[in-house]
């Protein structure tokens, strides 16, 4: 029984209500809790997008062809490129990743959320943030340390921001309505306390000086790594494992194999960072704990993995009509898939070869595009329509948004990983002549750019529906489905449906 | 325990053994190294200052490190040496004055991390720097004009620091005088020579 149920004369308390609209109404009302932080998180963060794609662009422009805008300081590629990665961080996938991990953690927790002025606040704070660093980034000093290029300022806004983040979404976890703990939850629960110690400590250490010399490499990418490891992807993971089972109306596989998912994954992503030193100047010991822990991340790579698979087998064709499974299952297997090649790039036989490369880059964009950008793609097509009560415009600029980003990314990443493999075993072999492989690789540059117009305009696209929906007045009654035989009249995560997890989980 | 709190307590005590074993000792362990000898008598590292610290927060902020490395690997693990980037393996010696180290993590360029001692003429820099075509034909390296001034070339001669820039690439109206950061950048990379000899192993 939910706190507000127990309101008097509120319809969910009424016993003539029958049970089922009673769900309904409490679903309704946790949405209409979340509508305006939740979509100023989504919307803010789809600009940040698309300020970092028009730098991705022009960076990547900038690597075939160095003329391109050359004789402005705040365009070189040694700015732009720290820019972009700032804004599609901070900007596009932290701010995606907060507004998604709220309504998660008050669907799951079946509690409305509280405290909408702070996550205003909070929200604006960290939109400032983000555009005051990023210009710090093209015209001022910063200090280059990959991933934390932004001044103190800026990260120490970023931080006590995401205070605000933490309070919410710990006060909808302790008011939850169900003793039960979904596989979902323990992400998102994870992730709220991990984020901030991570960025807070790993600015202390480097920026404020309290590290020195080589210990602050360590630093830097034990952060650079868990922030990955245990930020974005526990989120991105949390979305699948709430919408595959939810859009299939159908229990997770297995509770165990979630369990022991959730627990190596928090043991052994924290060890790995080091993989990104490997041959780097320091203590052996330092870079072999880094391959032993990815190596050990198969374990919550191959259960996660698993998990969703046992979960869609036999469901595969709900896949050509519903646009949130589609993104979502698309993000899973690219999570499968990039853990599994990071943990081999993790090999000191393999990082040899790698290591300085666009092969790294490659899995770069695998990892925070086609995993965790598809992921929240996905979960934004399934929750803005019931936080807006409308659905979405056009089944035609969803295909065009799926097309281009699909496609662009495989291109981005299969151009990127040849020319990079060829480019490390080349720069291996001293007989080859340096300006040789700058050479070779222009080619796979090129295509790297033309891939990231494909992504561009999958990203427009995505925006255009986005703006139609946010200003749309009416509802626009018939859902946006893909037309495929066996399509049912709307989408099976409709607002008629059965809690999301298993009746396993819920046994347990 | 309820379940709230094994989750709690998992999840800080996960993260805050990896802090302490990836960062806090690390920097435990180096903390006692200092410079050592090199055989011209002199100490190494030095600690970089005056223009050389300068130049160093310029190649910071031009983001010269997405491009090139400053690491040495060890001699069996790529062709690092082979290539005559240096002639033994990284040590953190070499960083004890680096905050932060400017290790990178890409090699679109060669890695620098000698580049002082492999390329010490201070004009072959400036060319480069102004645009590496005029030195490297066909590199991908932007070019750095914004870093030099324009003088009319009214007056009389070429200003004493003026670059002598070969024939294709002269500017008929124009001398280019490099600015104070193009001469703080140059002194820094003149300064990147970390070829004394260090015996401990890593
Ligand atoms: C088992 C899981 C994983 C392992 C063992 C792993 C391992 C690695 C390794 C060895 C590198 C190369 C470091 C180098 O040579 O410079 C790397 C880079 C990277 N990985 Fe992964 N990876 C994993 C999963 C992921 C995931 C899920 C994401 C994205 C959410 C991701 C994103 C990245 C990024 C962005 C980089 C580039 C970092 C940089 O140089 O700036 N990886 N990873
Ligand atoms: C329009 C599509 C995109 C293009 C063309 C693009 C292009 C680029 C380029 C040129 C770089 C610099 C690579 C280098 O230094 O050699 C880069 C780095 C990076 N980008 Fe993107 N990007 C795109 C979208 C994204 C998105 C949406 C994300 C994240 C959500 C992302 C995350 C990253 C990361 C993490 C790096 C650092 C990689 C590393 O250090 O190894 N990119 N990208």
Redesign the pocket.
Known sequence: MSEMADEPGHPEGDPGVPPRDRDVIRRARIDESCRGPVMFFILTAVVWLLVGTVLAIVASVKMHSPEFLANLEPLTFGRVRPAH?NTVIYGWSSLAGIGVLLWLQARLCRAPLRFHRLLYGVGVLWNLAVAAGTIALLTTHFNSV??LEFPVWTAATLGVGFLGVMVVSLDVFRRRTKHHIFVSQWYLFGAVFWFPILYVLANMMIHLGMASGIAQATANWWF??NV??IW??PI?LAAAYYFIPKVLGRPIHSYYLSLLGFWTLALF?NW?GT??L?GGPLPVWLTTVGTVA?MM??IP?VTVAINHHMTMVGHFQKLKYSPTLRFIVFGAMS?TL??????L??LRTV?ET???THY??A??H???YA??TMAMFGSIYYLVPRLLGREWPSATLIRVHFWCTATGIFLYFSGLSWGGWRQGEMMNHDTVDFQAIVDYLIPFLWSRSFAGILMTVGHVAFAILLWKMWRGKEPTGEPALFPAKGAPKREEDSLHDRPPESKREESS | MNRTAVLLAGVLLTVASSFVGLVVIPDWQLDPLAPVQAPDGTMQPQKPTGSVAEGRAIYSELGCIYCHSQQVRPREFGADQARGWGDRQTHPVDHIYDAPPLLG?MRTGPDLANIGARQPSRSWHHLHLFDPETTSPGSIMPPYRFLYDPVSRDGAGPPETALDLPGEFDDPDYWWVPTDRAEALVDYLLSLDHSYPIDDEL
């Open positions: 990665l990959e991933w650079a790594h990955l490891g974005f992807t991105g992503y790995a993989h990104h490997i990815s991340m198969f790579v999570y990039v853990s599994v090649q990071g943990s790039m993790a990082n790698t290591h300085f790294t880059v899995h770069a695998l990892g925070m995993f965790f | 993590t």
